[in-house]
T-cell receptor, first 111, second 113 residues
Framework: DAKTTQPTSMDCAEGRAANLPCNHS???????VYWYRQIHSQGPQYIIH???NNETNEMASLIITEDRKSSTLILPHATLRDTAVYYC????????????FGGGTRLMVKP | DTAVSQTPKYLVTQMGNDKSIKCEQN?????MYWYKQDSKKFLKIMFS???????INETVPNRFSPKSPDKAHLNLHINSLELGDSAVYFC????????????FGQGTRLTVV
């Protein structure tokens, strides 16, 4: 079972920041927060991951609360191509990445 | 170059048949996976495999078996196909050590009729 809770769907205006929340109140000390997305009819795509500190890469920023019980994925300037299902996943960094996907958030970016 | 490639992309077959889906990765990764995405769009891990260890999700029927001829390939063989096996199957790969990203293939849509 997924260890995360995400809203089922969200809308965002094109060009604006998309902020996708995720609750993971039972996260353990050795578990990382991963974000993946799945654009329609494609395989999941890695976005970012973090442990405690906030992280940023060319795709997004990940903000993790100090108690690590929740996080937010930020797409700074959403485009229509960012329309996808976004998955927040909590897994330890050991022994490969057997990812447990939940229902995710369906983000619709609108013109 | 495609990092993780699967063939075929579409597969339609009759109940009771045996079929295989092939997966290849050119990333030099040591661990490969198979995931299943059902009609409700839930993605579930089926197997994790490297040259030393096979980890099987306990919910996977033993009609499903991963076969790895070498480190770059992990094929999925399915015996006695059932209607409920219809789904999209994704192959993925990653390094084994530490937290890292997994790369997914584009999926194989299996339809059992």
């Amino acid at each position: 079972d997924a260890k995360t809770t995400q809203p089922t769907s969200m809308d965002c205006a094109e060009g604006r920041a998309a902020n996708l929340p995720c609750n993971h109140s039972t996260i353990s000390g050795n578990e990382y927060v991963y974000w993946y997305r799945q654009i329609h009819s494609q395989g999941p795509q890695y976005i970012i991951h973090g442990l405690k500190n906030n992280e940023t890469n060319e795709m997004a920023s990940l903000i993790i609360t100090e108690d690590r019980k929740s996080s937010t994925l930020i797409l700074p300037h959403a485009t229509l191509r960012d329309t996808a299902v976004y998955y927040c996943i909590v897994e330890s960094g050991n022994a490969g990445n057997m990812l447990t996907f939940g229902g995710g958030t369906r983000l619709m970016v609108k013109p | 170059d495609t990092a993780v490639s699967q063939t075929p992309k579409y597969l339609v077959t009759q109940m009771g048949n045996d079929k295989s889906i092939k997966c290849e990765q050119n990333l030099g990764h040591d661990t490969m996976y198979w995931y299943k995405q059902d009609s409700k769009k839930f993605l579930k891990i089926m197997f994790s495999y490297n040259n030393k260890e096979l980890i099987i999700n306990e919910t996977v029927p033993n009609r499903f078996s991963p076969k790895s001829p070498d480190k770059a390939h992990l094929n999925l063989h399915i015996n006695s196909l059932e209607l409920g096996d219809s789904a999209v199957y994704f192959c993925a790969s990653s390094t084994r050590q530490g937290p890292t990203e997994a790369f997914f293939g584009q999926g194989t849509r299996l339809t059992v009729v």
